[in-house]
């Protein structure tokens, strides 16, 4: 009698406990696009959105019904970020062009209009990665234009756009060759930001009130990580104020201690261009991952089949800070 007793207590303490012993999880969640990037999370409509730069498409995938939808603009496209009123309207970067449209997600658009282009003394650069802060402004960057043989040097910018300066973006960085992954910590103070071919990630001060960065350092050197290969590409930031960094070319993505510099964990993706990161899901804690098969070639393309899907990663033990919407028009008309 003893013995049927002690065993399903044995069990029930051991499955109640699976979580900690079992590692992430990396699912495919989508079919591949061609350059995935920029994703990000609005818990208004549970919808993940994501852009297909040079497709010039942005996405948006349901996590509970694994619906996809997509909608075409003209030109390079990225960011896609949501707007404060409005969960249907969005900040949209095209080539050098911040703009405003109205999308129910599914349909066709329903309004667009042109609000800035910046860098007109580099007219073959484009947008990169751009999130929005949590007083609303746009912080978004540039690159110089992209060939077989690399990128243009030192045409890039990172810009701040505020709603009282929509006409003249404030230059934050300049020059950077590759802006790219930001973020913030959770008190607020701090911004992280990544320009690629440097394979760092530079801490500055962050002033909310005024929006402004200042006392620059390197906070993590990918460089300094022999086993480690890629470009860090896309950033986000959990609970902990640890690091989520995409590593393009390296298949992976890696969290981060900022303070340290120490590299907590890599978790492998099955595509070697992995863009960038951003938390989804009710909690925010799955992690969903841009890939790119953009610059594979056709063997490549056979070997990783996957590459271009969006990912989910579950079962990390933490979890994000809310994103925060685009609030720099009050009206469209
Ligand atoms: C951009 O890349 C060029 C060429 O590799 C390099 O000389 C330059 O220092 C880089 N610029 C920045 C801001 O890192």
């Known amino acids: ?28 969640v989508t079919e591949p696009v061609d350059h995935g990037e920029g994703p990000t999370w609005d818990p208004r409509t549970n919808l993940l959105y994501f852009v297909d ?39 949209v970067g095209i080539e050098r062009s911040v703009s405003i449209i109205e999308w129910d997600g599914k349909g066709p658009i329903t309004a667009k209009k042109h609000l800035v282009t910046v860098s007109k003394q580099f007219p073959t650069s484009r947008f ?38 929509l006409n003249d973006p404030t230059r934050v960085i300049q020059p950077v060759n590759i802006s790219n992954g930001m973020a913030w910590n959770k008190a607020n103070n701090k911004f992280y930001y990544i320009d690629t071919p440097t394979l760092t990630v530079r801490e500055y001060d962050y002033d909310s009130k005024s929006g402004t960065i200042s006392n620059s350092r390197i906070a993590f050197d990918l460089s ?39 590299v907590l964990q890599l ?27 953009h610059p594979l070639n056709p063997i490549e393309r056979i070997k990783q089949p ?26 469209l008309h």
């Not at 099955?270 to 899901?281: D, L």
């Open 1 to 28: 009698m003893m013995l049927l007793i002690a065993i399903p207590l044995f069990y029930v303490i051991t499955f109640s406990h699976a979580s900690l012993f079992n590692g992430p999880a990396v699912r495919q």
């Open 53 to 91: 730069i040079f497709e010039g498409r942005i996405l948006n995938y349901n996590y509970l019904t694994n619906d996809l939808n997509a909608v075409y603009l003209h030109g390079n496209t990225t960011p896609v970020i949501p707007t404060k009123n409005n969960p249907h309207r969005f900040v």
């Open 128 to 165: 990169n990665d751009g999130k929005a802060d949590k007083e609303g402004r746009l912080w978004i960057g540039t690159m110089g234009f992209e060939s077989s043989t690399g990128v243009v040097p030192n045409e890039g910018i990172l810009y701040s756009i505020s709603k009282d300066k």
């Open 224 to 262: 300094k990580h022999k086993h480690i290969g890629g470009f860090p590409d896309g950033m986000t930031i959990d609970k902990d104020d640890n690091l989520w960094i995409a590593l393009y070319y390296g298949g992976a993505v890696i969290q981060v201690n900022p303070k340290t510099g120490c």
């Open 267 to 293: 978790i492998a993706i099955p595509a070697q261009c992995v863009s960038s990161v951003a938390w989804g899901g009710h909690d925010l804690d799955i992690l969903f991952v841009t890939t790119s098969k």
């Open 306 to 331: 996957a590459a271009g899907s969006l990912f989910a990663i579950t079962n990390l033990g933490t979890q994000g800070l809310p994103m925060y919407y685009a609030d720099i028009i009050d009206e």
